[in-house]
């Protein structure tokens, strides 16, 4: 069974500052993709990656897919208010097993 | 809007009663999945429907079910209920067999009393 871990679970910073959140597993992914919740909503679609090494650019967030397609990264810099959410990595095998991570939830405080 | 419409928005019923929740995709989109949320759980695929057929099974317990009809809306029926079975159940579409493509609904909000 596949499995994603992120870390941290929770993270609190202050406006300005900058962040990475971790997506961890030990089985390898044909692809990674984040997405970020806000509450009452469905999870939103930032990025997928599928190339080891890969990385992506959306504004202010930088995703990476490690080299080995187990594991990726978030960065944030500059934190805003409007980053609050939940981040949630996700992943697909080569088959049918697609699954989410438990998240990381991060507040920005102004 | 995501353009995935999902109804009804909050259900409050007691356990043992059965429910239906409904999913209308986004135009074009062949594939229909369902998601369980809940706080203990985080998010768990539940089931794949493409176009009419079923693709994929995840964690769904015998006492739910979904179809996924000519016009590709779906619906998923949650018999028996518990008082485990209050989440957030979402919806995504997609226009291929890839879910990581897959675009969400606002979700339905279980509540079992």
């Known amino acids: 069974t596949q499995l994603l871990e992120q870390s941290p679970q929770f993270l609190s910073i202050q406006e300005g500052e900058n962040l990475t959140v971790y997506c961890n597993s030990s089985?390898?992914?044909?692809?990674l993709q984040w997405y970020r919740q806000e509450p009452g909503e469905g999870p939103v679609l930032l990025v997928t990656?599928?190339?080891?090494?890969e990385v992506k650019k959306l504004k202010r967030l930088t995703f990476q897919f490690g080299d080995a397609r187990k594991d990726s990264s978030l960065h944030i810099t500059a934190a805003q208010p409007g980053d609050t959410g939940l981040y949630l990595c996700a992943g697909g095998d080569y088959g049918q097993n697609f699954v989410f991570g438990p998240g990381t939830r991060l507040s920005v405080l102004p | 809007d995501s353009g995935v419409t999902q109804t009804p928005k909050h259900l409050i019923t007691a356990t043992g009663q059965r429910v239906t929740l409904r999913c209308s995709p986004r135009?074009?989109?062949?594939?229909v999945y369902w998601y369980q949320q809940s706080l203990d759980q985080g998010l768990q695929f539940l089931i794949q429907?493409?176009?009419?057929?079923?693709?994929a099974k995840g964690n769904i317990l015998e006492r739910f079910s979904a179809q996924q009809f000519p016009d590709l809306h779906s619906e998923l029926n949650l018999s028996s209920l518990e008082l485990g079975d209050s989440a957030l159940y979402f919806c995504?579409?997609?226009?291929?067999?890839?879910?990581?493509?897959?675009?969400f609904g606002s979700g339905t909000r279980l509540t079992v009393v």
């Open positions: 990656v599928v190339t080891g090494g």
């Open positions: 135009s074009g989109d062949l594939s």
């Open positions: 429907y493409y176009n009419g057929e079923e693709r």
């Open positions: 089985s390898v992914f044909s692809s």
């Open positions: 995504a579409s997609s226009p291929t067999i890839n879910p990581g493509l897959g675009t």
